[in-house]
Protein backbone atom coordinates (compact mmCIF):
# COMPACT_ATOMS: atom_id res chain seq x y z
CA UNK A 1 0.00 0.00 0.00
CA UNK A 2 2.91 2.31 0.66
CA UNK A 3 4.76 1.84 -2.63
CA UNK A 4 1.25 2.09 -4.32
CA UNK A 5 0.55 5.30 -2.88
CA UNK A 6 4.03 6.24 -3.57
CA UNK A 7 3.23 5.25 -7.40
CA UNK A 8 -0.08 6.75 -7.88
CA UNK A 9 -1.37 9.48 -4.88
CA UNK A 10 -4.68 8.87 -4.39
CA UNK A 11 -4.34 12.74 -1.61
CA UNK A 12 -2.66 15.37 -2.62
CA UNK A 13 0.28 17.12 -0.28
CA UNK A 14 2.59 19.14 0.12
CA UNK A 15 5.53 16.92 1.61
CA UNK A 16 8.13 15.91 -1.06
CA UNK A 17 10.88 13.26 -0.77
CA UNK A 18 13.37 12.09 -3.37
CA UNK A 19 14.78 8.90 -3.94
CA UNK A 20 18.96 8.65 -4.11
CA UNK A 21 18.34 8.58 -7.70
CA UNK A 22 16.91 11.87 -8.10
CA UNK A 23 13.44 11.08 -8.34
CA UNK A 24 10.52 12.95 -6.71
CA UNK A 25 7.56 11.50 -4.96
CA UNK A 26 4.51 12.83 -2.84
CA UNK A 27 4.46 11.85 0.85
CA UNK A 28 0.75 12.37 1.75
CA UNK A 29 -0.69 10.88 5.38
CA UNK A 30 -1.59 7.87 3.64
CA UNK A 31 1.64 7.03 2.82
CA UNK A 32 3.07 8.04 6.06
CA UNK A 33 0.28 5.45 7.63
CA UNK A 34 1.63 2.99 6.06
CA UNK A 35 4.72 3.21 6.67
CA UNK A 36 3.86 3.60 10.46
CA UNK A 37 2.18 0.21 10.06
CA UNK A 38 5.01 -1.53 8.80
CA UNK A 39 7.33 0.00 11.65
CA UNK A 40 5.19 -1.37 14.20
CA UNK A 41 5.01 -4.85 12.93
CA UNK A 42 8.86 -4.72 12.65
CA UNK A 43 9.20 -3.81 16.33
CA UNK A 44 6.26 -6.29 17.19
CA UNK A 45 8.16 -8.85 15.84
CA UNK A 46 11.39 -8.23 16.55
CA UNK A 47 11.93 -7.11 20.43
CA UNK A 48 16.07 -6.73 19.37
CA UNK A 49 14.81 -3.84 16.75
CA UNK A 50 12.86 -2.12 19.83
CA UNK A 51 16.10 -1.92 22.08
CA UNK A 52 17.98 -0.48 19.82
CA UNK A 53 16.47 2.76 18.32
CA UNK A 54 12.93 3.91 18.45
CA UNK A 55 10.09 3.77 15.89
CA UNK A 56 10.45 7.41 15.13
CA UNK A 57 14.00 6.77 13.87
CA UNK A 58 12.60 3.28 12.36
CA UNK A 59 10.04 5.36 10.15
CA UNK A 60 12.96 7.26 8.57
CA UNK A 61 14.79 4.71 7.66
CA UNK A 62 11.89 2.56 6.25
CA UNK A 63 10.32 5.66 4.54
CA UNK A 64 13.91 6.27 2.77
CA UNK A 65 14.15 2.10 2.17
CA UNK A 66 10.40 2.32 0.60
CA UNK A 67 11.30 5.82 -1.78
CA UNK A 68 14.66 4.62 -3.07
CA UNK A 69 13.37 1.16 -3.96
CA UNK A 70 10.55 2.55 -6.18
CA UNK A 71 12.78 5.08 -7.55
CA UNK A 72 14.68 2.65 -8.65
CA UNK A 73 11.57 1.42 -10.51
CA UNK A 74 11.80 -2.09 -8.85
CA UNK A 75 7.88 -1.93 -8.21
CA UNK A 76 6.14 -1.95 -11.49
CA UNK A 77 2.58 -1.74 -11.75
CA UNK A 78 1.68 -5.01 -14.19
CA UNK A 79 3.56 -7.48 -11.78
CA UNK A 80 2.04 -10.66 -10.60
CA UNK A 81 1.48 -11.87 -6.98
CA UNK A 82 4.76 -13.90 -7.12
CA UNK A 83 7.14 -11.48 -8.59
CA UNK A 84 5.75 -8.65 -5.38
CA UNK A 85 6.77 -11.38 -2.96
CA UNK A 86 10.10 -11.67 -4.33
CA UNK A 87 10.77 -8.03 -4.50
CA UNK A 88 9.14 -7.43 -0.89
CA UNK A 89 12.19 -10.13 -0.07
CA UNK A 90 14.87 -7.46 -1.80
CA UNK A 91 13.10 -4.58 -0.09
CA UNK A 92 13.49 -6.06 3.17
CA UNK A 93 17.29 -7.05 2.78
CA UNK A 94 17.41 -3.66 1.96
CA UNK A 95 16.08 -2.56 4.53
CA UNK A 96 18.21 -4.86 6.89
CA UNK A 97 21.32 -3.73 5.41
CA UNK A 98 20.50 0.23 5.89
CA UNK A 99 19.79 -1.12 9.75
CA UNK A 100 23.00 -2.30 9.95
CA UNK A 101 24.90 0.26 8.84
CA UNK A 102 22.75 2.75 11.22
CA UNK A 103 23.24 0.57 14.27
CA UNK A 104 26.52 0.37 15.57
CA UNK A 105 28.00 -2.87 16.64
CA UNK A 106 30.97 -1.43 18.09
CA UNK A 107 30.62 1.02 20.96
CA UNK A 108 30.55 4.51 20.19
CA UNK A 109 31.65 6.88 23.18
CA UNK A 110 29.07 10.21 24.13
CA UNK A 111 30.09 12.59 26.27
CA UNK A 112 27.85 14.71 28.40
CA UNK A 113 29.35 17.98 30.14
CA UNK A 114 27.80 19.30 33.54
CA UNK A 115 28.60 21.09 36.74
CA UNK A 116 29.68 19.09 39.58
CA UNK A 117 31.38 19.54 43.30
CA UNK A 118 35.21 19.08 43.32
CA UNK A 119 35.74 15.23 42.42
CA UNK A 120 39.00 12.75 42.37
CA UNK A 121 40.70 13.18 39.52
CA UNK A 122 39.60 9.20 38.46
CA UNK A 123 36.04 9.18 39.24
CA UNK A 124 33.49 7.12 38.20
CA UNK A 125 29.81 5.83 39.19
CA UNK A 126 29.24 2.30 37.34
CA UNK A 127 30.30 2.46 33.79
CA UNK A 128 30.09 6.36 33.73
CA UNK A 129 33.52 8.25 33.82
CA UNK A 130 33.84 12.15 35.74
CA UNK A 131 36.38 13.62 33.82
CA UNK A 132 37.65 16.98 34.14
CA UNK A 133 38.36 18.84 30.85
CA UNK A 134 42.08 18.99 30.77
CA UNK A 135 41.72 14.87 31.28
CA UNK A 136 39.22 15.11 28.62
CA UNK A 137 40.56 16.64 25.79
CA UNK A 138 43.98 14.47 26.12
CA UNK A 139 41.54 11.66 25.39
CA UNK A 140 40.53 13.43 21.96
CA UNK A 141 41.62 13.19 18.21
CA UNK A 142 39.05 15.14 16.25
CA UNK A 143 38.44 13.50 12.88
CA UNK A 144 39.14 15.13 9.56
CA UNK A 145 35.51 16.75 9.12
CA UNK A 146 35.20 17.87 13.05
CA UNK A 147 35.95 21.67 12.16
CA UNK A 148 32.86 23.47 11.02
CA UNK A 149 34.21 25.26 8.21
CA UNK A 150 36.74 22.12 7.02
CA UNK A 151 39.42 23.43 8.76
CA UNK A 152 42.92 21.39 9.55
CA UNK A 153 43.13 21.02 13.53
CA UNK A 154 46.55 22.10 14.47
CA UNK A 155 48.64 20.66 16.31
CA UNK A 156 48.86 22.49 19.22
CA UNK A 157 44.93 22.78 19.78
CA UNK A 158 45.15 20.61 23.28
CA UNK A 159 47.58 23.14 24.72
CA UNK A 160 45.74 26.04 23.40
CA UNK A 161 42.81 24.50 24.99
CA UNK A 162 44.15 24.13 28.36
CA UNK A 163 45.43 27.55 28.17
CA UNK A 164 42.81 28.84 27.83
CA UNK A 165 40.42 26.91 29.37
CA UNK A 166 42.99 27.62 32.61
CA UNK A 167 42.75 31.17 32.14
CA UNK A 168 38.96 31.59 30.90
CA UNK A 169 40.66 33.80 27.89
CA UNK A 170 38.76 35.48 25.59
CA UNK A 171 38.76 34.28 21.57
CA UNK A 172 41.53 36.74 20.05
CA UNK A 173 41.59 36.28 15.95
CA UNK A 174 44.60 38.65 16.24
CA UNK A 175 46.30 34.99 17.79
CA UNK A 176 45.36 32.48 15.12
CA UNK A 177 48.36 30.10 16.85
CA UNK A 178 46.82 30.77 20.33
CA UNK A 179 43.35 30.77 19.54
CA UNK A 180 42.26 27.64 16.94
CA UNK A 181 39.19 26.32 16.25
CA UNK A 182 39.15 22.92 17.75
CA UNK A 183 40.03 24.02 21.06
CA UNK A 184 37.66 26.97 20.62
CA UNK A 185 34.93 24.66 19.84
CA UNK A 186 35.00 22.45 22.57
CA UNK A 187 35.41 25.23 24.75
CA UNK A 188 32.08 26.67 23.78
CA UNK A 189 30.48 23.54 24.19
CA UNK A 190 31.71 23.30 27.38
CA UNK A 191 30.35 26.97 28.53
CA UNK A 192 30.58 27.07 32.49
CA UNK A 193 30.92 23.55 32.95
CA UNK A 194 33.74 22.16 35.09
CA UNK A 195 32.65 18.45 34.40
CA UNK A 196 32.65 15.80 31.11
CA UNK A 197 30.51 12.77 32.12
CA UNK A 198 32.15 9.51 29.28
CA UNK A 199 29.72 6.10 28.69
CA UNK A 200 30.36 3.81 26.27
CA UNK A 201 26.92 1.67 24.29
CA UNK A 202 27.01 -0.82 21.56
CA UNK A 203 24.38 -2.00 19.28
CA UNK A 204 22.49 0.55 19.14
CA UNK A 205 21.45 3.60 16.67
CA UNK A 206 23.76 6.58 17.53
CA UNK A 207 20.08 8.67 17.98
CA UNK A 208 19.16 5.67 21.28
CA UNK A 209 22.58 5.44 22.29
CA UNK A 210 22.25 9.21 23.10
CA UNK A 211 19.08 9.06 24.73
CA UNK A 212 19.86 6.18 26.77
CA UNK A 213 23.40 7.32 27.53
CA UNK A 214 21.73 10.70 28.52
CA UNK A 215 19.41 8.49 30.84
CA UNK A 216 22.24 6.80 32.48
CA UNK A 217 24.08 9.70 32.83
CA UNK A 218 21.80 11.61 34.60
CA UNK A 219 21.05 8.85 36.90
CA UNK A 220 24.98 9.36 37.71
CA UNK A 221 24.25 12.77 38.53
CA UNK A 222 21.65 12.89 40.67
CA UNK A 223 22.90 9.44 42.41
CA UNK A 224 25.73 11.63 43.63
CA UNK A 225 23.05 14.66 44.38
CA UNK A 226 21.54 12.10 46.42
CA UNK A 227 24.87 10.89 48.07
CA UNK A 228 25.93 14.65 49.35
CA UNK A 229 22.10 14.89 50.29
CA UNK A 230 22.36 18.95 49.34
CA UNK A 231 18.94 20.09 47.72
CA UNK A 232 21.07 22.80 46.49
CA UNK A 233 23.33 19.97 44.23
CA UNK A 234 19.85 18.78 42.28
CA UNK A 235 19.84 21.97 40.66
CA UNK A 236 23.79 22.36 40.51
CA UNK A 237 24.48 18.52 39.17
CA UNK A 238 22.27 18.10 35.91
CA UNK A 239 22.44 17.69 32.73
CA UNK A 240 23.71 20.73 30.30
CA UNK A 241 20.00 20.27 28.24
CA UNK A 242 18.34 21.02 31.66
CA UNK A 243 17.80 24.73 32.40
CA UNK A 244 19.17 25.96 35.71
CA UNK A 245 18.03 28.94 37.77
CA UNK A 246 20.37 31.94 37.93
CA UNK A 247 23.08 32.46 40.34
CA UNK A 248 20.66 35.01 41.64
CA UNK A 249 17.43 36.02 42.02
CA UNK A 250 15.61 39.55 43.48
CA UNK A 251 12.36 40.68 44.79
CA UNK A 252 11.09 44.17 43.45
CA UNK A 253 8.89 45.98 45.75
CA UNK A 254 6.64 49.40 44.73
CA UNK A 255 4.90 50.70 48.39
CA UNK A 256 3.55 54.29 48.61
CA UNK A 257 4.63 55.26 45.03
CA UNK A 258 8.12 54.34 45.26
CA UNK A 259 10.50 51.55 44.01
CA UNK A 260 12.04 49.99 47.14
CA UNK A 261 15.69 48.50 47.18
CA UNK A 262 15.23 45.18 45.88
CA UNK A 263 16.07 42.16 47.57
CA UNK A 264 18.59 39.60 46.67
CA UNK A 265 19.68 35.63 47.16
CA UNK A 266 21.44 33.44 46.14
CA UNK A 267 19.74 30.80 44.37
CA UNK A 268 20.50 26.76 44.81
CA UNK A 269 22.76 26.65 41.97
CA UNK A 270 25.39 28.41 44.69
CA UNK A 271 26.72 25.32 46.14
CA UNK A 272 30.50 26.11 47.38
CA UNK A 273 32.13 22.66 48.26
CA UNK A 274 35.72 22.85 48.85
CA UNK A 275 37.84 19.85 47.56
CA UNK A 276 38.39 18.73 51.03
CA UNK A 277 35.26 18.33 52.16
CA UNK A 278 33.53 16.86 49.08
CA UNK A 279 36.27 13.96 49.11
CA UNK A 280 35.46 13.23 52.60
CA UNK A 281 32.07 13.03 52.02
CA UNK A 282 32.90 10.56 49.36
CA UNK A 283 34.77 8.60 51.52
CA UNK A 284 32.30 8.69 53.88
CA UNK A 285 29.27 7.44 51.88
CA UNK A 286 31.31 4.87 49.77
CA UNK A 287 28.92 2.00 50.48
CA UNK A 288 26.05 4.21 49.05
CA UNK A 289 28.17 5.28 46.40
CA UNK A 290 28.46 1.09 45.88
CA UNK A 291 24.84 1.18 45.75
CA UNK A 292 24.43 3.94 43.02
CA UNK A 293 27.35 2.34 41.13
CA UNK A 294 25.61 -0.64 41.24
CA UNK A 295 22.23 0.85 39.67
CA UNK A 296 24.33 2.81 37.26
CA UNK A 297 25.87 -0.56 35.75
CA UNK A 298 22.50 -2.45 36.02
CA UNK A 299 20.61 0.50 33.28
CA UNK A 300 23.52 0.67 31.04
CA UNK A 301 22.56 -2.47 28.59
CA UNK A 302 25.61 -4.57 29.51
CA UNK A 303 24.91 -8.04 29.34
CA UNK A 304 27.34 -8.38 32.09
CA UNK A 305 25.25 -6.75 34.26
CA UNK A 306 23.10 -7.77 36.85
CA UNK A 307 19.21 -7.46 38.06
CA UNK A 308 19.07 -4.44 35.31
CA UNK A 309 15.08 -4.90 36.27
CA UNK A 310 15.54 -3.53 39.75
CA UNK A 311 17.94 -1.12 38.91
CA UNK A 312 15.71 0.31 36.49
CA UNK A 313 13.35 0.49 39.19
CA UNK A 314 15.59 1.93 41.71
CA UNK A 315 16.74 4.75 38.84
CA UNK A 316 13.29 5.38 38.36
CA UNK A 317 12.48 6.06 41.73
CA UNK A 318 15.52 8.42 41.87
CA UNK A 319 14.55 10.55 39.28
CA UNK A 320 11.04 10.81 40.74
CA UNK A 321 13.01 11.59 44.12
CA UNK A 322 15.74 14.33 42.34
CA UNK A 323 12.38 16.00 40.07
CA UNK A 324 11.05 16.53 43.27
CA UNK A 325 13.76 18.26 44.67
CA UNK A 326 13.82 20.58 41.95
CA UNK A 327 10.14 20.82 41.85
CA UNK A 328 9.54 24.72 42.47
CA UNK A 329 5.70 24.12 43.67
CA UNK A 330 5.70 22.25 47.25
CA UNK A 331 2.34 20.62 46.23
CA UNK A 332 3.48 19.33 42.77
CA UNK A 333 6.96 18.20 44.71
CA UNK A 334 4.89 16.39 47.30
CA UNK A 335 3.28 14.10 45.34
CA UNK A 336 6.69 13.35 42.80
CA UNK A 337 8.12 12.32 46.38
CA UNK A 338 5.15 9.69 47.21
CA UNK A 339 5.63 8.36 43.45
CA UNK A 340 8.94 7.56 43.98
CA UNK A 341 7.71 5.31 47.04
CA UNK A 342 5.01 4.06 44.54
CA UNK A 343 7.92 2.98 42.07
CA UNK A 344 9.66 1.31 44.90
CA UNK A 345 6.45 -0.54 45.59
CA UNK A 346 5.18 -2.83 43.37
CA UNK A 347 1.77 -3.21 45.16
CA UNK A 348 1.02 0.64 44.79
CA UNK A 349 -0.69 1.54 47.35
CA UNK A 350 -0.22 2.59 51.10
CA UNK A 351 -0.66 -1.02 53.02
CA UNK A 352 2.08 -2.08 50.42
CA UNK A 353 4.07 0.92 51.09
CA UNK A 354 4.20 0.69 54.67
CA UNK A 355 4.72 -2.63 54.57
CA UNK A 356 7.63 -1.90 52.57
CA UNK A 357 9.09 1.07 54.99
CA UNK A 358 8.39 -1.18 58.16
CA UNK A 359 10.99 -3.72 56.78
CA UNK A 360 13.36 -0.81 55.73
CA UNK A 361 13.01 0.79 58.96
CA UNK A 362 13.10 -2.42 61.11
CA UNK A 363 9.88 -0.81 63.08
CA UNK A 364 6.17 -1.66 63.70
CA UNK A 365 3.37 -0.17 61.54
CA UNK A 366 2.14 1.41 64.81
CA UNK A 367 5.86 2.39 66.13
CA UNK A 368 6.64 6.21 65.93
CA UNK A 369 8.79 6.94 62.57
CA UNK A 370 12.11 7.36 64.18
CA UNK A 371 13.00 10.67 62.61
CA UNK A 372 10.41 12.60 63.39
CA UNK A 373 9.92 14.60 66.88
CA UNK A 374 6.13 14.26 66.98
CA UNK A 375 3.92 11.18 67.70
CA UNK A 376 3.41 10.06 63.93
CA UNK A 377 3.19 6.69 63.37
CA UNK A 378 4.03 4.41 60.33
CA UNK A 379 0.87 3.43 59.04
CA UNK A 380 -1.01 7.04 59.95
CA UNK A 381 2.01 8.79 58.14
CA UNK A 382 2.34 7.08 55.05
CA UNK A 383 -1.63 7.23 54.73
CA UNK A 384 -1.50 10.53 55.06
CA UNK A 385 1.52 10.96 53.00
CA UNK A 386 0.25 8.43 50.45
CA UNK A 387 -3.62 9.36 50.34
CA UNK A 388 -3.59 12.77 50.74
CA UNK A 389 0.06 14.41 49.65
CA UNK A 390 -0.58 12.02 46.54
CA UNK A 391 -3.42 10.93 45.47
CA UNK A 392 -5.90 14.17 46.59
CA UNK A 393 -2.86 16.64 44.62
CA UNK A 394 -3.00 14.33 41.69
CA UNK A 395 -6.80 13.60 41.41
CA UNK A 396 -7.46 17.52 42.15
CA UNK A 397 -9.55 16.92 45.14
CA UNK A 398 -6.49 19.40 46.42
CA UNK A 399 -5.98 21.87 44.15
CA UNK A 400 -5.91 25.58 46.37
CA UNK A 401 -2.60 26.63 45.98
CA UNK A 402 -2.41 29.12 48.22
CA UNK A 403 -2.34 26.56 51.24
CA UNK A 404 0.99 26.43 52.25
CA UNK A 405 2.80 23.12 52.01
CA UNK A 406 6.41 23.80 52.98
CA UNK A 407 6.26 21.43 56.05
CA UNK A 408 4.81 19.06 54.85
CA UNK A 409 7.22 18.96 52.08
CA UNK A 410 9.84 19.02 54.04
CA UNK A 411 8.63 15.91 56.36
CA UNK A 412 7.78 14.09 53.28
CA UNK A 413 11.15 14.64 51.48
CA UNK A 414 13.00 13.73 54.90
CA UNK A 415 10.70 10.43 55.10
CA UNK A 416 11.21 9.53 51.20
CA UNK A 417 15.13 10.16 51.88
CA UNK A 418 15.55 7.55 54.48
CA UNK A 419 13.57 5.01 52.90
CA UNK A 420 15.69 5.29 49.18
CA UNK A 421 18.87 5.36 51.07
CA UNK A 422 17.79 2.01 52.96
CA UNK A 423 16.22 0.24 49.92
CA UNK A 424 19.31 1.42 48.05
CA UNK A 425 21.66 0.10 50.32
CA UNK A 426 19.50 -3.35 50.52
CA UNK A 427 19.79 -3.67 46.63
CA UNK A 428 23.82 -3.39 46.70
CA UNK A 429 23.99 -6.66 48.90
CA UNK A 430 20.88 -8.09 47.02
CA UNK A 431 21.86 -11.49 44.74
CA UNK A 432 19.10 -13.28 44.30
CA UNK A 433 16.67 -13.23 41.48
CA UNK A 434 15.81 -9.71 39.37
CA UNK A 435 12.29 -9.92 40.10
CA UNK A 436 10.41 -7.39 42.76
CA UNK A 437 9.24 -9.88 44.93
CA UNK A 438 11.59 -11.64 45.42
CA UNK A 439 13.85 -8.46 46.23
CA UNK A 440 10.59 -7.42 48.45
CA UNK A 441 10.87 -10.71 50.42
CA UNK A 442 14.47 -10.70 50.72
CA UNK A 443 14.20 -7.71 52.73
CA UNK A 444 11.50 -8.66 55.29
CA UNK A 445 13.28 -11.97 56.13
CA UNK A 446 16.31 -9.94 56.20
CA UNK A 447 14.70 -7.52 59.23
CA UNK A 448 12.76 -9.96 60.35
Known amino acids: ?166 YKRKFDYQKPNEFDITSETLRGILGNDNI ?35 DRLFFRQVMQDCSKPSTAAYKIFEHNGYLIKPGMSLTEVISPYPHEISLEILRQKNILLNSISKIVSGISLDVNATHPKMSMRCSTALEWFSESIRERNDYIAISKMCISLDVLCDVGKSDGITKLCSSLLKISQDDKVPFFKDELTLISFVKNAYEKGRSHIIHGNRFDRSDDYKNERKQIRTFCYNILYRYFIEFLHYDEDDMYQDFFNYIVKSHS
Not at 46 to 58: A, F, N
Not at 202 to 211: D, F, I, T, V
Request: proline share 4%; glycine share 4%.
Open 1 to 166: MAIKELQNPSVSSFNFSTSSNGIRFITNSIFEDNIEKICKLLMENDSHLKRQLRIEQLHQYVKETVIDCTGENIFKHDEINKDKRFKIKILKNKLDYVLMQKIISTEITMYYPSDTVPLPDTFSIGPVKFLSPLMWVDGLTPRGDFNPFGEKTIEVWKDNFKKNYI
Open 196 to 230: VLKISLKNLEPNRAWEHGRMICKTALDGLSFIFND
